[in-house]
Nanobody
């Protein structure tokens, strides 16, 4: 089992910045993809950004140019730097990690961290 601990959420004014972190621990075999998703009230969970073990990234169109995902493989940690935040970025942000045990890809989710963008 892999445990994920997220941090860095909070309240920020429009145009501000936040940095989310997600650290994985427990029985880790080989982490492939790491990513961030978000869910706003009344909406479905949506992809924000993902990063592979080789550093290839993918972003939702709505965050391109404002958000940057990165990872520290030695620390099994993924980050999301969020700049120029907008009210529509308000949501609970969830970390996701895909760990391959040699046979299966196992997906794990963090508990979520609230990001609120408001003046």
């Amino acid at each position: 089992q892999v445990q994920l601990v997220e941090s860095g959420g909070g309240l920020v004014q429009p145009g501000g910045s936040l940095r989310l972190s997600c650290a994985a621990s427990g029985t880790i075999f080989s982490i492939n993809a790491m990513g961030w998703y978000r869910q706003a009230p009344g909406k479905q969970r949506e992809l924000v950004a993902t990063i592979t073990s080789r550093g290839s990234t993918n972003y939702a169109d709505s965050v391109k140019g404002r958000f940057t995902i990165s990872r520290d493989n030695a620390k099994n940690t993924v980050y999301l730097q969020m700049n120029n935040l907008k009210p529509e970025d308000t949501a609970v942000y969830y970390c996701n990690v895909v760990d391959n045990d040699g046979k299966y890809d196992n997906s794990y989710w963090g508990q979520g961290t609230q990001v609120t963008v408001s003046s």
